[in-house]
């Protein structure tokens, strides 16, 4: 084999969202070599598809707010069994990090004095969410974008890692990666790996995710010593677009319904009030009279049921089309039109209004939307310490979607953009600390480097196999089928049985044509990640004999307190790699101190 | 239903040729859709850039029909019924293969732009009005899908400007700082002498090609050519200059990146 291009860092940094960005931009601020790698071009990561806003208790618009009331709304909605510790730093410095945006030239939109406007959105019990219209991620990720640029970090665009190093003690000493431009090899020597590769929901057949989604981070980290946790969390956003179905599941933001848009089903009923779990009832309106008074004074009247936390709106979604109360196009209807004004919704909600003329000609403004339940985050993911992102591999860090814990069983709409920001940037200063108290260079063990490449180049050398578009197609049928919103005993087990199958028939895949910029390569590159990940969701979703959050059993419809108080732990505890076995055992939540438990108990009163 | 003919440009910086695909023609579907199609039944190798398949981040930028695109947001039914749809990678920039462009020049570019820059933070957050932050607002809806910088015939034909012009992308990237309430680097003379603002002769293509309506040329362009004009020939604003401190800093100065 040539000579291959290596280049040494003190931190490289996989994949440049906003927790990567963040991640890099803290990192190289201590004065350290720092690289940034990511499978796309710089800009496009899949931050930018985040909507509706970015979650801090600033309380610039209802001045009760606090990061209490943040770390409350949080934990409840990932129905306890969040990190209790992520939960609390997340919701302390999110206001932070949202200030230090606007300092390196974000331009949120503003309250009449001048602060950072709030808005509402499901599951914040306050307005909380500093926004940009309804584009938010793309003001997070150009901001990180450009200050990364004017600190000079070095970029690797379109390049994909495949496998992290590691030296004789276990730690992390780099990675392998390909340039998906010339299909040349690239390894680097690091002293710490901050992974940032965002989520998995590439494997569903509807989903909001792009094809960058293939769940590499969490399948890279496992296969490097890693721990998983609660994979089979998987949040279905409940209103992703139906119609056509060359669209479907491409997100509607949640800001629709946080700026007055409400959800009816085929008989114009607004059935979001037939479906308030008891855990709700307290703070949700009871009726359309007092839902409609709170939008405009929080004081007024208790929220609308369209509000409450994604997974119980996604579920109840589900539930009004299975009894033949949907859309005809399979969905429900999304009302802001009889709500709001034209020029307030294409105001407000600019790139909704955009997307549903240019791609389903439909016009907002005038019209209903049809919307329904598309696959749209993991809460699961590699499990870390909350105060520095350091997994279970001395040097591997991990931040934002590929990380796991924070958001327990469901994610706040919100809590995802501030969760990057925050995380990437403990990630980043855990990463550096490491690498300033590392004196040598890490050394690269030229077998290892010879085995990933090699098992990367593997479906070149094959005259015939399987096509790795086929092999995709058939994941995402059968997790679409199989381990979907709704699960049961009997067809997770059956998921299981089939993608032991299509992982034999993975090692079987071959690809025609060169390297340089071949996506039918890139694809059969991706698959082993996604087919590792699929099979951690799918084991999760078997042993998790309950209905929580992001799981959810129709054979168990309930949840069930003891599995409450439980992770799910997968690891590959011998031998490592995507053949090598999975395992998961349920393994005790940390304990919350008294002080934080006194939050839930003041309100049970 | 009847079927889609595409013609879809194959090839690498050594040449290549047309390669005509023809799929049966499905409900709604995007160019990228049938892109995506072929990619997966006849051509498993045929290249294309594409992340979020909704038109916000400007990956999959083609000429469709010889007009700069997002493959995206083109739905097949928009395009002339029964014709061939022609799809070629953008003109401006270097082949890699296929659709797929190196759009480095883009990212060069980026590297010029002096950092935001600006003062402490007061007490309590920096306050601005919504109406001044509008103005950046719209430049800033911008997704880097680099159609105007394609489309802009200073460069579109014309390599050898690309070493002096930054083009349309970047000049409302400097108008955004310029016009940012809180900024506080002066960037005219740099965009005027460094950044080719002059060759621009607004004929306002990239207008039009923006997926994103931003109004180039009347928002961005004309007022910069105004500022910059200003700055230097305003007997007024050099007086004022002359006697009053300047407050925004030098364009020698904005150069120079800060820590």
Redesign the interface.
Known sequence: MSEIEHHDYDVIVIGAGGAGLRAAIEAKGRGLRVALVCKSLLGKAHTVMAEGGVAAAMGNVYAEDNWKVHFRDTMRGGKMLNHWRMAQLHAQESPDRVQELEAWGALFDRTKDGKILQRDFGGHRYARLAHVGDRTGLELIRTLQQRAVSMDIDVFMECKVVRLTTDDDGAVNGAVAYWRPTGEFVTFGAKSVVLATGGVGKSWKFTSNSWESTGDGHAIAMWAGASLIDMECVQFHPTGMVWPLSVRGILVTEGVRGDGGVLRNSDGKRFMFEYVADMFRAETAESEDEADRWYDDHTAGRRPPELLPRDEVARSINSEVKAGRGSPHGGVFLDIASRRTADDIRKRLPSMYHQFMELAGVDITREAMEVGPTCHYIMGGVQVDPDTAATAVPGLYAAGEVAGGMHGSNRLGGNSLSDLIVFGRRAGIAAADRAESMAREPKLNQAQVTEYIDEALAPFTRDSGENPYDLQHELQELMQANVGIIRNEAEVVEALEKLDELKQRAANVAVGGGRAYNPGWNLATDLPSMLTVSTCTAQGARDRRESRGGQTREDFPKADPELGKVNFVQRQPSGRGFSSEITITPEPLPVMPDELMAIFEEESK | MSDVVMHVWRG?ADGGQFEEYTVPK?????VL?VIHRI???EA????????????????CSAEINGKPRLMC?T?IDTLPEGETITVTPMRAFPI???L?T??SFN?EQ??K????N?PP?PEG??????VD?ER??EF?????CFMCQDVCHVIRDHEENKARYSGPRFFIRYAE?EM?PL?TNDRRDLVREEMGLGMCNITKCCTEVCPEHIKITDNAIIPLKERVVDADYDPIAWLGRKILRRTKRTAEQAAV??D
Request: glycine share 8%.
């Open positions: 690498d499905q409900d709604g579907e995007v859709d990619q997966a039944t498993p190798d045929l290249a294309c850039r594409w992340n979020c398949k909704a038109g916000k981040c400007g990956s947001m739905r890699i293969r296929d797929v190196d759009v990212y980026a590297r732009v002096p950092a935001f600006p933070r957050g920096y306050r601005m009005s919504q932050v950046g607002q800033r809806k911008c997704i880097e700082l940012h900024d990146q800060p």
